[in-house]
């Protein structure tokens, strides 16, 4: 079955870069999406790369795929206070049913001054 | 505007009462779907349905029910058979034909249950 992990807490100075991972077991995986959640909200789409690719970079944000590994990663450049947030990574597989996508723990993004 | 909404924002019920969280989309999605947020759990699947008059149990199917009459509409439905309900619920919606499958969320309902 699929499973996907994060680390469940990262914590960076304003200013500073953010890279925050996420590796995932199913290796039919066609999409990777990055959501972000701000407190008591609903998910927000950042960005999602397609499996056939390596990179993909939009303004501040690069994600990186290393399909091999199965490892996925979410760079913010310049981490605001405002980026302070849970981030889920999420897979979409050919083997789960319709379009179901399966969601990580998450990560809690932490900005400090 | 399209988008999804969720009604209402915080929602308390005592215990062996059931309670129906409403969903509505006007993004003309075939798909809609429920989840279950609790601390550190990250997101559980409860329903999903691709098309009208058609939903599949996910992953914490137990305990709630759903219906899908209308295409903008996917209200759950949290039943005192649900041992621990207090938690934040979240649907989503999506197509499913075309390149994109990216899953659109509403704000959420927080329920807790005394």
């Known amino acids: 079955g699929e499973d996907v992990e994060q680390s469940l807490f990262l914590s960076v100075r304003e200013g500073d870069s953010s890279v925050i991972n996420c590796t995932y077991t199913d290796s039919s995986s066609t999409y990777l999406y990055w959501y972000k959640q701000e407190p008591g909200a609903g998910l927000q789409l950042l960005t999602y790369?397609?499996?056939?690719?390596d990179m993909k970079q939009d303004q501040r944000l690069t994600v990186l795929l290393n399909k091999k590994d199965k490892h996925l990663s979410l760079r913010i450049a310049d981490t605001q206070t405002g980026d302070s947030a849970i981030y889920f990574c999420?897979?979409?597989?050919?083997?789960?049913?319709?379009?179901?996508?399966?969601f990580g723990t998450g990560t809690q993004l932490k900005v400090e001054l | 505007d399209g988008g999804i909404t969720q009604s209402p924002k915080y929602l308390f019920r005592k215990e062996g009462q059931n309670v129906t969280l409403s969903c509505e989309q006007n993004l003309n999605h075939d798909a809609m779907y429920w989840y279950r947020q609790d601390p550190g759990q990250g997101l559980r699947l409860i329903y999903y349905?691709?098309?009208?008059?058609?939903?599949q149990k996910g992953d914490i199917a137990e305990g709630y029910s759903v219906s899908r009459e209308k295409k903008e509409s996917f209200p759950l439905t949290v039943t005192s058979a649900q041992k621990n309900p207090t938690a934040f619920y979240l649907c989503?919606?999506?197509?499913?034909?075309?390149?994109?499958?990216?899953?659109?969320f509403g704000p959420g309902t927080r329920l807790t249950v005394t």
């Open positions: 989503a919606s999506s197509r499913t034909s075309g390149i994109e499958y990216e899953q659109y």
């Open positions: 790369i397609f499996s056939n690719m």
């Open positions: 349905s691709q098309i009208v008059n058609d939903f």
């Open positions: 999420a897979e979409k597989s050919l083997t789960g049913g319709g379009n179901k996508l399966t």
